[in-house]
Nanobody
């Protein structure tokens, strides 16, 4: 496991953009993948996106594909989630996740495939 520190959440109007960041603390990340999940009030936590660390390949949920971009940042030892054209339904607490073991993700969309989690950052989109 690693310690993940998120930043960048806030309040934004619909149609605007926001960028979330997640940094691995204390060690240089060399695991298999990092990703983002989110949880809206009354809902279960759901997958948003992941990036495979070794080659930067990415995968997105259908609800954010084309609007969100996940990317690696080796200098900051973490990832970013660029969120464009935000909608009210994107309002949620966003969690950074990491899979440290270097074994491939099965699908990458299940919480159980990740062993490290951040504390969450609130994103609120006003319509």
């Amino acid at each position: 496991q690693v310690t993940l520190i998120e930043s960048g959440g806030g309040l934004v109007q619909a149609g605007n953009s926001l960028r979330l960041s997640c940094a691995v603390s204390g060690v240089t990340f060399s695991g298999y993948a990092m990703g983002w999940f989110r949880q809206a009030p009354g809902n279960e936590r759901e997958f948003v996106a992941y990036v495979r660390w070794i080659d930067g390949s990415t995968y997105y949920s259908e609800s954010v594909r084309g609007r969100f971009t996940i990317s690696r940042d080796f200098a900051k030892n973490g990832v970013h989630l660029q969120m464009n054209n935000l909608k009210a339904e994107d309002t949620a607490v966003y969690y950074c996740a990491a899979r440290v073991p270097r074994t491939p993700l099965r699908y990458g969309v299940a919480e159980t495939e990740y062993d490290s989690w951040g504390q969450g950052t609130q994103v609120t989109v006003s319509s």
